[in-house]
């Protein structure tokens, strides 16, 4: 499986961008998609996850300002992320996780990233 990521760029503050991610390959219907983010020097944190059910989860600092989606037929996943901030600047990397229930295994599959710059 490989996931490729789109439409990161150069935002002012305020501005909106959206970001997508198509995974190539197969996935299991029962999968869970997300975006997380990192910034040089610190840990990858978690921005927005949602399962194939559609049921979603964001970090404190995404709620009321960024929307995650998905089309399950396409394996693809957006992010809508309105009201941007300058501390919003990160590469921001798709993740795709699901679980083989059969062997009791789990796999992730990460995208390279997209830089979202938010200038002051």
């Known amino acids: 499986v490989q996931l490729v990521e789109s439409g990161g760029g150069l935002v002012r503050a305020g501005g909106s961008l959206r970001l997508s991610c198509t995974a190539s390959?197969?996935?299991?219907?029962?999968?869970?998609m997300g975006w997380y983010r990192q910034v040089p020097g610190q840990l990858r944190e978690l921005v927005a996850d949602?399962?194939?059910?559609?049921?979603?989860n964001y970090a404190e600092s995404a709620k009321g300002r960024f929307t995650i989606s998905r089309e399950n037929a396409k394996n693809t996943v957006h992010l809508q992320m309105d009201r941007l901030r300058p501390e919003d600047t990160a590469n921001y990397y798709c993740?795709?996780?699901?679980?083989?229930?059969?062997?009791?295994?789990?796999?992730?599959?990460w995208g390279l990233g997209t830089q979202v710059t938010v200038s002051s």
């Open positions: 993740l795709a996780h699901q679980i083989d229930y059969t062997l009791g295994k789990q796999y992730e599959f």
């Open positions: 949602i399962s194939s059910g559609g049921m979603t």
């Open positions: 390959g197969s996935l299991f219907s029962d999968n869970t």
